[in-house]
């Protein structure tokens, strides 16, 4: 038997939401070329240039990105049985109020039909287990513009009642002002009250300024924003939640970090080490309330980790901080193909799975517990 | 024997950086209270708010950060054997172009001169052991903003002529673009002609909008900016350097990283994994070179890393990163102080020390590697 191997860490623009991108005008958009090639996603600001032509603005995204076929192959190729699928960054986040409410349930109904759609083709005898068929869970989309949180705390309910949905995806935004705004308690107590895990991951990055400015980040592309933008955007966003005391409020929230929680288990102890050394948290004589509980706590209480970190130093981090049964394979496919041939393997998920192995194999069933188990597990995916 | 400790993250405001910064009126300056109590450094532009009384701006700097005789006790206090002292931030960075020569051959003077008088006293037998007796090395100041590079290049080899000096610190703004700036070459050149180490040290953090702007730093003091922002600016420094060829063009460069690296050994992997899907690198088709060297590589050649991560998983991703024989331990005295008693131990120091044995004490001799002897190695104390 196969070991059963589960990508949590994975992306889609399904229909109803390319259909809502078509349908804009404003960043962001999709927009069809007209000698039919793959359609342009004008999605930064930055890339919806008047001068640049319609038909080559922003970025092709080709069908890995849309048509769930295309994954199904990237699965069969890489060896993955299962992957919960998630909406891609930026998610719902610029929808106008009056608007997000309908295009979460479309767009989270779609991702709920899909996943039907695939389970039931690969698996007509329910005797099947899971690592033996082929099959497709989804973190929903939340309409976190609606005018009112109760909208976003139905749909958070909503989604309980959908088979194949696990939990939720968002950005660090929130509702506009960051995670440590307490306007979104209500949410987080939906979130911990359905037990539904919040995939936290990375979009708007650092502001240019951080990286030495546009000169700078021009001559390297995207390795800047990308490479460390991405990660500290998370790790600036939980950090954030931390200091505001969502964990104390919320004990048992259940929080999925992209990338191996950008940096936090590397900084979680300068993070802790710094609370303890500010004045202005009651603890130490100050006026501001602070976090009562250990950022080392919560790591091994409310946090699980993906395994996208590209090597065994983050592993060995990951692991150290949070514990091997917290952490979770994935790829972020459709995001880093190789720049030559798609249709082979592709290093950016070989370089994963290489980690995983040198840094467990030699631990027990680690190895199989990271790459699957405890996605089964934290999930109940069956 | 008790085993040899060294201190290789410790920083002093010599008495003539204290007299440069008195004699100033403008953003770094130091200002001596009427009623007699600890000067007051005014080190950011924020601090010199014409509102606050002047008697009552910015930090109020104790002897701790001037005063020898005060580190000497804190070394003794926390079984440290010698120290390998370094200006604190930010270092001569803002001096007028004409003055940053004579200001660095002054300051640096004064810390060999320090370290001599320190060393004589505690060895008047020659023949006593580096870890039986109290010594003090130092890392000098370059004048960065001075008008031409060869006299950067002079006092990095002047430095080799002082007894007790053992390499440079340097902050992350270089000539003031960077440190992957070209015009840097020639100081990279010396630094590596002459094989001194140059220990890179974070100062100017990150914008505030990085972390929600101004409302969100507030509400949470240092906490971000010291935790978060601190190390971000050195990952995103060092990994500027790495893009822009420079362990390339200067293969034998020897850096010791502040704060184990910032977070650069857990986002070395993902660093890497963009560089290789990066189109506008030659490498993959583009048309800017790229660097050459993989990060791995230049974290086990080029990178030492100092141990003042507080934790395990800190500690673990740099073993993987660098190897054990890179890392080194530090205190960032007089930084983080205990918030009521400054005379016992520092839990900053302790959690450091802590972190060391609980990952080491069961790897041969690599707790005391980290602890003095890879110091010693590479810093040449004797």
Redesign the interface.
């Not at 300024?209 to 030495?212: L, N, P, R």
């Not at 001559?219 to 800047?224: D, I």
């Not at 060995?316 to 901080?321: L, T």
């Given at each position: 038997m196969s070991p059963l191997i589960v990508d949590i860490h994975t992306h889609v623009y399904p229909p109803a939401y390319m259909e809502m991108l078509r349908a804009r005008k404003s960043v962001p958009y999709v927009h069809d070329p007209a000698n039919g090639t793959d359609p342009r996603l004008i999605i930064l600001s930055s890339d919806d240039d008047p001068s640049i032509p319609l038909d080559e603005r922003g970025r092709p995204v080709d069908s890995s990105y849309w048509n769930i076929e295309v994954k199904l192959a990237f699965m069969r190729r890489h060896g993955i049985n299962c992957s919960v699928i998630s909406l891609a960054n930026p998610w719902l986040d610029f929808l106008e109020p009056e608007e997000a409410q309908t295009w979460a349930q479309r767009i989270n109904d779609d991702l709920e039909n899909t996943c039907a759609r695939v389970n039931k083709a690969g698996d007509p005898d329910k005797s099947l287990a899971l690592h033996e068929k082929e099959s497709l869970f989804a973190f929903g989309a939340l309409p976190l513009s609606a005018p009112r949180a109760d909208i976003v705390v139905d749909e958070i309910k909503r989604l309980k009642t959908l088979p194949h949905l696990r939990g939720v995806i968002m950005g660090t935004s929130g509702l506009g002002?960051?995670l440590?705004d307490t306007q979104l308690d209500p949410v987080w107590g939906a979130l911990q009250d359905t037990e539904s895990v919040l995939f936290l991951h990375p979009h708007y990055g650092?502001?240019d300024?951080?990286?030495?400015g546009s000169d700078?980040m021009n001559?390297?592309?995207?390795?800047?924003p990308?490479?460390?933008g991405f990660?500290?955007e998370t790790?600036?966003a939980v950090?954030?939640m931390l200091?505001?005391g969502v964990f104390d409020r919320f004990p048992r929230l259940k929080i999925l970090l992209a990338?191996?929680g950008g940096?936090l288990?590397?900084?979680?102890?300068?993070?802790?080490?710094?609370?303890?050394?500010?004045?202005?948290?009651v603890a130490?004589?100050?006026d501001?309330p602070g976090p009562q509980r250990n950022v080392?706590d919560v790591l091994k209480t409310n946090i699980y980790l993906d395994a996208v970190?590209?090597?065994?130093?983050?592993l060995?981090?990951?692991?150290?901080?949070s514990g091997t049964d917290r952490l979770l394979f994935g790829t972020d496919h459709p995001f880093?193909p190789p720049?030559d041939d798609k249709e082979g393997e592709w290093?950016?998920v070989t370089?994963n799975y290489k980690?995983i192995h040198a840094t467990f194999d030699n631990d027990g069933g680690a190895a199989a517990a990271v790459l699957g188990g405890n996605a089964a597990r934290i999930l109940d995916l069956n």
């Open positions: 002002k960051g440590d650092l502001p300024e951080a990286f030495g700078a001559r390297y592309g995207h390795v800047l990308l490479a460390l990660p500290l790790t600036i950090t954030r200091l505001a990338h191996s940096t288990p590397f900084l979680a102890g300068r993070i802790e080490s710094c609370i303890h050394h500010e004045r202005k948290f130490n004589g100050g501001v080392w970190v590209y090597g065994t130093a983050g060995q981090a990951a692991m150290a901080a880093f720049l290093p950016s370089t980690a």
